[in-house]
């Protein structure tokens, strides 16, 4: 999908009274980018992601209120019953019997200082580690969609993964809740402080630990591969099989190249398998968790019925969380990591 180009989100700039560059994706992110410096000049001592979460949330008059266990269920469902007819039936549907992680609930009559809006965002369980993004998702929608576009019947969910890939709009506010979410002057000088010039999983921990917990692995990495200013790549694996369904092995589900990478020799794609002297399959092997580097070449890499990839001399790193094991790519040389602008 080509979003830069995309009718849909081309409109989207027409509404907003953006002027016309020839890229959609990149005006939305300026504007969006451009709307929370204003929010930042109006307001000091903003020092982690946490306060700039506050203060955004403050500007677009959203109330969030984070589910921790089933009881905030029905917390929730009393304090704000005036919001909706059969909210109590609502959440219940969606978080106790749904698989919902997020709502943004419109207020029919917010009283004088009262938000105009309420996000719920479920942080119970498996979901904690998502809960971070989801209420970043909800921030950048509202910072891109005008009001009378945004909610129908009075409340919107937020739309699970595999339908953000096929909504370009979805697609783009995901893009720009990962630029608000990990704000570059913040969470920049944190990567740099915890890692210097070599991008680590150690460090990307490290510093997300202390600007933006709650933060997960996956989107602080991709992040921190962002920022770099020389060419990386961010990769995740797991056990899978080949689109046929033959061979089971650990296989990439995910390659994401940073801007200056883009044009880079690697060829890394989906499905493929990882070799087995490749440290990610060591990490992958690893129960305890460690952190895993070495040099590595692409060569070592193949694909089925066409032989090894072109020579490439990367620096891997590789950790394992749960059945994943993420992996970044960069220059054996190092990497300079802090690209605060």
């Not at 992601?49 to 469902?77: C, G, N, Y």
Request: glycine share 6%.
């Amino acid at each position: 999908m080509n979003l830069a180009q995309h009718p849909k989100l081309r409109q989207l700039a027409r509404n907003l009274h953006i002027p016309e560059s020839g890229d959609s994706l990149r005006e939305l992110k300026e504007h969006a980018i451009a709307r929370v410096q204003e929010m930042l000049a109006e307001w000091s001592g903003i020092e982690n992601i946490e306060d700039l979460r506050f203060l955004v949330a403050d500007r677009l008059s959203v109330k969030l209120e984070f589910l921790r266990t089933d009881d905030d269920v029905d917390r929730i469902a009393g304090e704000y019953r005036h919001f909706l007819t059969r909210f109590r039936h609502l959440l219940h549907a969606d978080f106790l019997r749904g698989t919902t992680e997020g709502l943004l609930i419109d207020n029919p009559q917010p009283h004088k200082g009262g938000r105009r809006y309420l996000a719920i965002i479920d942080a119970r369980g498996s979901r904690a580690a998502r809960a971070f993004f989801t209420a970043w998702h909800e921030l950048a929608r509202l910072l891109l969609c005008p009001p009378q576009q945004l909610l129908l019947e009075g409340f919107r969910r937020t739309p699970i993964a595999e339908n953000k890939l096929k909504d370009p709009l979805e697609s783009a506010v995901d893009q720009i809740a990962g630029l608000l979410a990990f704000w570059p002057p913040i969470f920049a000088p944190a990567l740099q402080q915890a890692m210097g010039i070599r991008l680590t999983f150690d460090g990307i921990e490290r510093a997300a630990a202390t600007v933006a917990p709650g933060a997960s692995l996956y989107a602080a990495s991709l992040a921190a591969t962002r920022l770099s200013l020389e060419p990386a790549v961010f990769l995740t694996a797991e056990m899978g099989s080949k689109t046929d369904g033959t061979v089971w092995a650990l296989r990439l589900q995910t390659v994401i190249p940073n801007e200056v990478a883009q044009t880079s020799a690697c060829r890394l794609r989906k499905q493929m398998r990882v070799p087995m002297t490749s440290v990610l399959a060591r990490a992958f092997a690893d129960g305890l968790g460690r952190e895993w580097a070495a040099d590595e070449d692409q060569a070592d890499w193949e694909v089925s019925g066409q032989g090894h990839l072109p020579a490439t001399a990367w620096r891997v790193q590789a950790v394992r969380r749960g059945s994943v094991v993420y992996g970044i790519l960069t220059s054996r040389d190092g990497s300079r990591t802090a690209n605060s602008n």
